[in-house]
């Protein structure tokens, strides 16, 4: 195998000078709005922030569009940095009133999370004053239950308590630009010096007249780009799926290692997708949407974390394409004759290579329903347990722990199987670890998906600190569903979300156990020791496991791959597992006995 080259965690991307501008405060009677404007005779764009920010937001977007040709407004709502709080009417009438101010015609609006409502509205309410929307990370409230129903699966409780950035700003970020989440989170502090209103009934300003319905949505004659990160959580690949499917003239595109602030994420890519979309409906008419185009592969190596600008697609969408789950292949399964504690297992058998799958904690046993069968009629042998106080595993005496790498050789050697694949997910990855820092001699490879694999090292806790909900100390209620399975899972496939929380049930009749330790030293010098094939892979919406991390491991691990699945989070072997499976495969067939 040859070795892959390592990569840095995260490349900043320096802020860019801003262009000149006025701004000043624009008096519409019932309040002051502030905005600002870079002039100049060419189309004009009007950039609509977050509830979370306000028009100082902007400054990745302000000189890429006016070197452009364009002509940039940006305006902060009522309450949001210097506009005055309080006062009648909406959203959208302000907007008009503000453009009457500047003496704004028709324009085309960009609007982010909330900002995409207040577009979307005034669009509807005056559609002769708008060439185009491109809604990014758009949460537009419609009234519509199989919305609201996405939004219940995919969005964190009302009394999360986590602050803005951790729902607001993508994992892959947070975790590899300390500096640029903070400088994020300062702006937001800037723009709500006393705290954030989301929701029109949390009492944040009416977005639009009257609520928004798929009906009304359906007579929005304008081009749309639908935007997201594919990390956004609030309004996730799927989410816009749906929209797509509501909307007369619409375009979609997913930007890489971004969750719901893209435009402060992946400058580069967002601007380049907002920009094209744009000269396409400059001059009398507009470009129809691009063909359809063939699907990206299923997997992707980011040695490097900025973006490029992503495929941009119009046509019919699906929500999701679920996978239904195979029938399994006839196993053994039964308890292992170890010592303090006999640990459940399932082994398919026969005389191939043998596959070794370690759970997450969420998990058992019984999470690789995808994996068992893939594999085992590709001539491996499959075998899945489960660790000490997960399904059917007894936690054993409290004076005698042991490790979880030891339990997993006393199995193996009970089975009789010399050398193996070894395959942890989450913290099924830190069991693999610590056997592969203790018995290298027994492996073929080792993949570690979605694992943080928990090193003694400073690097990896600043890393983990930067992607905390809040402070030290503070509590919040952060579902474990959210934590492991990705935004976009969730909201689009509800049968297969509701089948992973069942197993995430049967693993833990007792509750959760997190007492054993894993059975080596995790560091780097004893990473730098695992001379057997290593895969580091992930899902692009894992909130731990990020690829940030996995960059940071590529300079640790000798020779290993990166890989990270689309449309996936913690859970990938679950979410997305024609993906998981291809990419085990691929990866295993070249590093085992049979490799040619």
Not at 44 to 69: D, E, F, K, M, R
Not at 423 to 438: D, K, Q, W
């Amino acid at each position: 195998m040859t070795v892959r080259r390592s990569a840095e965690p995260w490349t900043k991307i320096r802020m860019p000078a801003q262009w000149a501008a006025r701004e000043g405060l624009a008096d519409i009677g019932s309040a002051q709005l502030w905005y600002w404007d870079t002039g100049g005779e060419g189309e004009i764009i009007v950039l609509n922030h977050s509830a979370t920010q306000s028009a100082q937001c902007w400054s990745y977007q302000q000189p890429a569009l006016a070197a452009g040709g364009y002509r940039v407004i940006g305006w902060s709502r009522r309450g949001a940095g210097p506009s005055s709080a309080g006062g009648d009417g909406t959203a959208a009438d302000d907007l008009r009133a503000l453009l009457d101010i500047v003496g704004v015609e028709s324009c085309h609006l960009l609007g982010v999370a909330e900002g995409s409502a207040v577009a979307v509205h005034f669009a509807l309410e005056h559609p002769e004053r708008v060439r185009s929307l491109i809604l990014s990370g758009s949460r537009l409230f419609l009234e519509e239950e199989d919305y609201r129903a996405m939004n219940r699966r995919a969005w964190l409780p009302d009394d999360h308590g986590a602050l803005p950035h951790f729902y607001e700003l993508g994992p892959a970020y947070r975790g590899g630009n300390g500096d640029g989440m903070r400088t994020w989170a300062s702006l937001s502090e800037q723009a709500h010096p006393a705290g954030v209103s989301v929701s029109q009934s949390g009492g944040a300003q009416p977005w639009g007249r009257a609520p928004l319905t798929w009906r009304r949505l359906l007579t929005l004659d304008k081009p749309v780009l639908l935007l997201t990160g594919d990390a956004d959580h609030y309004c996730s690949a799927s989410h816009n799926r749906l929209v797509a499917q509501h909307l007369l003239r619409r375009e979609l595109a997913v930007i890489a290692e971004a969750g719901n602030a893209s435009y402060w994420e992946q400058p580069g890519a967002f601007n380049a997708t907002v920009i094209g979309f744009l000269d396409r409906q400059c001059g009398s008419a507009s470009e129809p949407p691009p063909a359809p185009i063939a699907p990206q592969g299923p997997w992707s190596e980011p040695y490097c974390s900025v973006a490029f600008p992503p495929p941009v697609t119009g046509g019919e969408v699906a929500i999701w394409d679920a996978v239904p789950v195979p029938e399994q292949v006839p196993a053994t399964e039964g308890y292992a004759e170890t010592s303090p504690v006999r640990i459940w297992h399932w082994d398919t058998g026969g005389d191939g290579e043998a596959i070794i799958f370690c759970h997450p904690w969420s998990q058992s046993s019984e999470c690789w329903k995808y994996q068992q069968p893939f594999f085992a009629e590709r001539g491996y042998r499959v075998i899945g347990w489960s660790q000490r106080g997960f399904y059917k595993s007894d936690k054993g005496p409290a004076d005698d722990v042991g490790s979880s790498a030891d339990d997993l050789h006393q199995l193996i050697n009970y089975l009789g199987v010399e050398r193996f694949h070894l395959v942890g997910c989450a913290a099924g990855g830190c069991t693999a670890a610590a056997y592969a820092v203790m018995h290298p001699e027994r492996l073929y490879s080792v993949t570690f998906s979605g694992s943080i694999l928990l090193p003694d090292e400073p690097e990896f806790g600043a890393i983990i600190g930067n992607l905390a909900a809040a402070p030290p100390g503070v509590k919040t209620n952060i579902p474990v569903d959210f934590r492991e399975v990705g935004a976009s899972y969730r909201a689009g496939n509800p049968e297969g979300y509701v089948a992973w929380q069942a197993l995430e049930t049967l693993a833990h009749p007792d509750g959760w156990y997190l007492t054993q330790p894993w059975g080596a030293d995790r560091n780097w010098a004893t990473f730098g020791e695992v001379d057997v094939p290593v895969l580091l892979q992930t899902g692009d919406t894992d909130m731990s496991g990020t690829s940030t991390l996995l960059r940071l491991y590529t300079q640790k691990f000798p020779n290993c791959e990166l890989r990270v699945l689309r449309e996936a989070g913690h859970a990938a072997y679950w979410e997305q597992p024609v993906a998981f499976n291809a990419s085990l495969w691929d990866f295993i067939g070249r590093n085992g006995r049979r490799r040619g």
